[in-house]
């Protein structure tokens, strides 16, 4: 099993920025995938981005490309969303994921999910 711990929420004015970790602990092996989704409030959960073990391929949503940038440090087990140019609709529960093999844009292609990390965003 992978846990996943989640952490640097906040808020933040619209125009500033955030970075967020997350830890992982346990079978970190399961988790050569990494990555983000954010919920709306009353919406499903969403596709944020996702990177591979060693960073070679890195895949985001449209929503946030070229504001956030995901990267991870193995020797630490963790993963980073740096978060830029935040807009009030970024205002969500962040969570991290992680999964074995697949790199996908899926919710239920994820095996292990942090408990969330609030990120709102004023305007």
């Known amino acids: 099993q992978v846990q996943l711990v989640e952490s640097g929420g906040g808020l933040v004015q619209a125009g500033g920025s955030l970075r967020l970790s997350c830890a992982a602990s346990?079978?970190?092996?399961?988790?050569?995938?990494m990555g983000w989704f954010r919920q709306p409030p009353g919406k499903e959960r969403e596709f944020v981005g996702a990177?591979?073990?060693?960073?070679?391929?890195?895949i985001y949503a449209d929503s946030v490309k070229g504001r956030f940038t995901i990267s991870r440090d193995n020797t630490k087990n963790t993963v980073y969303l740096q978060m830029n140019s935040l807009k009030p609709e970024d205002t969500d529960v962040y969570y991290c994921v992680a999964d074995r093999t697949y790199l996908g844009r899926l919710a239920n292609e994820y095996d292990y999910w942090g408990q969330g990390t609030q990120v709102t965003v004023s305007s």
């Open positions: 346990g079978r970190t092996f399961n988790s050569s995938i």
């Open positions: 990177i591979t073990w060693g960073g070679g391929r890195i």
